[in-house]
T-cell receptor, first 115, second 115 residues
Framework: AQSVTQLDSQVPVFEEAPVELRCNYSSSVSVYLFWYVQYPNQGLQLLLKYLSGSTLVKGINGFEAEFNKSQTSFHLRKPSVHISDTAEYFC?????????????FGKGTHLIIQP | NAGVMQNPRHLVRRRGQEARLRCSPM?????VYWYRQLPEEGLKFMVY????????ESGMPKERFSAEFPKEGPSILRIQQVVRGDSAAYFC?????????????FGDGTRLSIL
């Protein structure tokens, strides 16, 4: 079984400052890693994913994430945030060996951009 | 809009009534996943269906909950004799193939409130 931990339930950041949202996972098997963003009263939108290859993956809206296998982490970063980045961010994993299961999500991190 | 369509967006039921939530996957997608999001929580996987088949229902409560994805029409998540604890946002996602590396595309959810 796999699990995902997002230690920070809220992260307040000033506009144009950099931000890092932390994600750690636990799994006894290989997994794929995803970050999703949820704006108020909407569904989840895929930001980026790590499947294999380069450990630094770039996504939409200027976000990027780095896969660190030794630390079992997949932290999300953005060098300069905008007010429109205010949203809930979810890290998720999925067992890479087959498709007969869903995503396992962390509890989410609420990113609050302060002007 | 060719995205995942869920309806209704909001649903209010009294205790003991039935709730029916509908999900039409993206065009060309035949794999549907249902998730539940409780307040202040991440999404929890409930069930994975292909056309006319339930593939994995390991996340479904054993009683009162059922899901179907008929040959024609949307996928339905049905909750019988609803209780207050069923109040949550229910999200549907779809993918083109069951492969674990395929991103799941989410609808905007149905917010179920139980009076």
């Amino acid at each position: 079984a796999q699990s995902v931990t997002q230690l920070d339930s809220q992260v307040p950041v000033f506009e144009e400052a950099p931000v890092e949202l932390r994600c750690n996972y636990s799994s006894s098997v290989s997994v794929y890693l995803f970050w999703y963003v949820q704006y108020p009263n909407q569904g989840l939108q895929l930001l980026l994913k790590y499947l294999s290859g380069s450990t630094l993956v770039k996504g939409i809206n200027g976000f990027e994430a780095e896969f660190n296998k030794s630390q079992t982490s997949f932290h999300l970063r953005k060098p300069s945030v905008h007010i429109s980045d205010t949203a809930e961010y979810f890290c998720a994993v999925r067992f890479s060996g087959g498709g007969a299961d869903g995503l396992t999500f962390g509890k989410g991190t609420h990113l609050i951009i302060q002007p | 809009n060719a995205g995942v369509m869920q309806n209704p967006r909001h649903l209010v039921r009294r205790r003991g009534q039935e709730a029916r939530l509908r999900c039409s996957p993206m065009k060309g997608h035949s794999h549907v996943y249902w998730y539940r999001q409780l307040p202040e929580e991440g999404l929890k996987f409930m069930v994975y269906l292909q056309k006319e088949n339930i593939i994995d229902e390991s996340g479904m409560p054993k009683e009162r909950f059922s899901a179907e994805f008929p040959k024609e029409g949307p996928s339905i998540l049905r909750i019988q004799q609803v209780v207050r604890g069923d109040s949550a946002a229910y999200f549907c996602a779809s993918s083109r193939t069951p492969d674990s590396n395929q991103p799941q595309h989410f609808g905007d959810g149905t917010r179920l409130s139980i009076l």
